[in-house]
C-alpha cells in the first residue's frame, strides 16, 4: 500500500510552526536538523488515498514523497494548510488518524 506523510501542527505563523506536541521551532525552507526533528516527531503515516499526489514544497526539505502538513483544530479536524485530503480527516490522541467520508 501506498503511503504519504502527514506533519501534524496547532499553529503556524510563517516559519514558526507549533507543532501537536506542543513543541515550537522555525522551519525555514532550507533544511535546518532542529526543524527536521521538530517535522518528524509530528509525522504520521498514512494511507496514500487519503492524500492528494503533488508534493508539497513546504515540507520538501525535510519528507521525501508526498505529504501535507495538517493543522490539528480544538475539535480534532485536520485542516490540510496545503494540498487535497479525498476525505475529512480528524485526528484522536487514542486512535491517531481517522478518516471520514465528505
Known amino acids: 500500500m501506498d503511503t504519504a506523510s502527514l506533519v501534524l501542527v496547532r499553529a503556524r505563523e510563517g516559519k514558526v510552526w507549533t507543532f501537536l506536541d506542543g513543541t515550537h ?3 525555514p525552507s ?10 518528524h516527531r509530528n509525522l ?3 494511507p496514500g488515498w487519503l492524500l492528494s499526489r503533488s508534493p508539497r514544497a513546504t515540507l520538501q526539505p525535510y519528507v521525501q514523497g508526498i505529504s501535507a502538513l495538517g493543522m490539528v483544530e480544538e475539535n480534532g479536524l485536520v485542516r490540510l494548510l496545503e494540498g487535497e485530503a479525498n476525505k475529512h480527516l480528524l485526528y484522536d490522541a487514542l486512535r491517531g488518524i481517522v478518516s471520514q467520508d465528505k
Open 44 to 46: 504520521v503515516r498514512v
Open 30 to 39: 532550507k533544511w535546518d536538523i532542529e526543524a527536521a526533528r521538530a517535522v
Open 25 to 27: 521551532s522555525g522551519v
